[in-house]
């Protein structure tokens, strides 16, 4: 069994998931880098070494059972157990998103990996994760998922999202599902919302770093044994469901 903390950050390969793989291999975290695409996969994993990190590669994706599967034995064979999981791996679904024009396969295409595929990851994880002393479980949300803030006149919250936001307040209510089954358990699992980055998935226009954004998925990672669970934080404390 590998003495040191060992976690797993799905959609590593770049931005904020990169950030938050790095953000954890400076505490001196054994990271692996889940990702798709084996060129930035590897592209990754070498920058991350380059700087200190001891990080390995863990090709991944999250819409596929057969790659789900391979990832936690992997993960299993590699340590011996996995002490924190980050569900990052996420689509915007593009545009438009209007209800009323949008594709329902666009729909289906965000929900299969911004929440099955959550599901998919954390049920595979799971037992590796029961193995640690101190399992956390982050999930990386949105502001944009916060129903309170949808319905609040004057809120900002982004352009109308029949896709993306209504899949981060699905992935909302998964949490709090696993954090009601798991709460005679040591795992601590929350959500958590980065902020408004910029990075690919929103062409760049974001006005915080993914540096910035990383950090609420790197405090939830690193919470005490009496930290909550089943909530949802970005850096200025508790979002409302």
Do not use: H
């Amino acid at each position: 069994m590998n003495e040191q903390t060992t976690a797993l950050v799905t959609g590593a390969n770049k931005g904020i998931g990169y950030e938050i793989a790095a953000g954890l291999g400076a505490l001196g975290w054994s990271v692996g880098v889940g990702a798709r695409d084996e060129q930035r996969r590897e592209a990754a994993v070498a920058k991350l070494r380059a700087a200190g990190v001891e990080a390995f590669a863990v090709p991944l994706d999250v819409t596929d059972d057969a790659s789900v599967t391979a990832a936690a034995r992997l993960v299993e064979e590699r340590t011996g157990r996995l002490d924190v999981l980050v569900n990052n791996a996420a689509i915007t679904g593009g545009v438009p998103q209007e209800p009323t024009m949008v594709d329902p396969a666009t729909v289906r295409a965000v929900v299969e990996t911004n929440v099955i595929g959550v599901i998919r990851v954390t049920n595979a994880m799971l037992p590796s994760l029961r193995r640690s002393t101190s399992p956390r479980i982050v999930n990386v949300s949105s502001g944009v998922g916060s129903l309170t803030r949808q319905t609040t006149p004057g809120a900002e919250t982004g352009p109308i999202s029949a896709a993306y936001a209504t899949s981060k307040t699905f992935l909302n209510a998964v949490t709090v599902q696993y954090a009601k089954e798991l709460r005679d358990t040591n795992v601590l699992i929350n959500a958590g919302c980065p902020g408004y980055c910029a990075t690919d998935l929103n062409g760049f226009s974001g006005v915080r770093t993914p540096e910035q954004g990383a950090a609420i998925a790197i405090r939830l990672a690193t919470l005490p044994d009496d930290g909550p669970t089943g909530r949802f934080f970005d850096e200025a404390g508790e979002v409302p469901w």
